[in-house]
């Protein structure tokens, strides 16, 4: 769908540890640091003034004032920053290597600041800004984007939504005057409304309820997170989705969506000089309703016993043993922290040359399929992963033996300078890898404001890298491995009855 029902961090959610690519290394990594089908009917040389793109802003009104742009941080990869009067945050990501932008719009706001017995409500609203406005019809914002040759999707997480367009320099006008009018005039009634709640209902049957490996992650993370709401999927439970309701849209539009609320990334060929009328222009006609705040979640007890999660599932092809701890996000750790973390991660589990891959698969032969992950980039605890799908022949209590073995192994016998060398190598690679990509680039900045960072926190993370020593990872790794809290869930093929 247009409305971003297979985006990849959407998908991150339910994606199940034996398909999992390394998730914290591929949404840090760059932390190291189109053209047109079809030309719009009306001026294409000059879109901000055809019928679509309108000429909002034209009354005779001053425009509010914005800050002065300037560079954050050092070296090519540093953006420009300016805050416009409405309290829009700006980033400008400039990429001159082709004449097309990606543009975002994040809202500090996702599923986990949704009020208790209304989950979903933050996927739902994603779902529901397609539905029009004064200006735009259902459905013709994404008609005009894919008319002017765009890209464009949208995707929710628990802590952030956000909206995105990729489109020819030229085109950028189109989507930013479009983009800032749902901002602030979101049409919604019953009869657009209520048609999408069934919409969400057959996706989370088609993503959870049919999906044996996600319906487990789904009842170890509400196992894992005893009070935060984290343990609440994005999605929503279905029985809670069902009750939703327009006025429950038009609520928590009118709650969390606001310019001061949001912030604004644009990657491409495009400077902060270039942007800063048209932000301006289109945004800064947008008036503030004071939304932003302290966001105040509800913490976590003191772990005091490990649990475990069996699911038996005639669907299921495969046995497959997960295991996840309560581990501190980048926002919540210490600087050296949250790399160390990164690292202990890919040192164990991140691709064919990590440990767990070599020993368990490779040497021993028990496992089909082994690896670790993190996500870290949460404004509260995030988790740390293991996973281990047994061989033929083997059983989930000699896999689970063997991973715990491993584990053991690592406090009494360390590891070597040369596999730290290697974790951070690979580390490092994925970051700048990740330069090539603008929508990367663009998501991890998105990524990294709304969960409690800066921008400076992205341009220090291969520095904080370089810097992690052995103690730091073992540090680290006594910090994770703690049973008391971790929740290890199991999927055996066959039947529960």
Known sequence: MTNGASTPARAARFLTAPAFRHAGAALLLAFALSACDEAPEEKA??????EEAGAAGSAAQPLPASTEPRRAGEGPLAPEVFTLANGLDVVVITDTRAPVVTHMVWYRVGAADEAPGKSGIAHFLEHLMFKGTD????????????RNGGQENAFTSSDYTAYYQRVAKDR?????????????DLQLSDNVVMPERRVILEERRARIENNPQS??????????????????????????IAKLTTEDAIDFYNQYYSPDNAILIVAG????EELRPLAEEYYGAVASRGLRAERVRPGEPQPVAARRVDLVDERASQPVLQRYYLAPSYARAEKRTGPAIELLSTLLGGGTTSRLYKNLVVEQGV??????????STLDDGRFGLYVSPRPGTSLEDAEAALDAEIERLFAEGFSDEELERARTLLLAEATYARDSQEDMARIFGTTLTTGGTVEDVIDWPERVRGVTKEDVMAAARLIFDKRRSVTGTLRPGSDT
């Open 215 to 240: 319906i487990l992650a789904e009842q170890m993370e509400a196992a894992l997170y005893q009070s935060h709401p984290y343990g609440i999927p994005v999605i929503g439970w279905r029985h809670e």
């Open 172 to 184: 950028l006008p189109i989507v930013m005057k479009m983009e800032a009018d749902r901002m602030s």
């Open 367 to 376: 496992a089909a399929s082994a690896g670790a992950w993190y996500v870290g």
């Open 135 to 146: 200006e735009l019809q259902p459905g013709e914002f994404s008609q005009i984007v894919a």
């Open 269 to 272: 060929d495009i400077t902060a």
């Open 45 to 50: 040389e000059a879109p901000a003034q055809s």
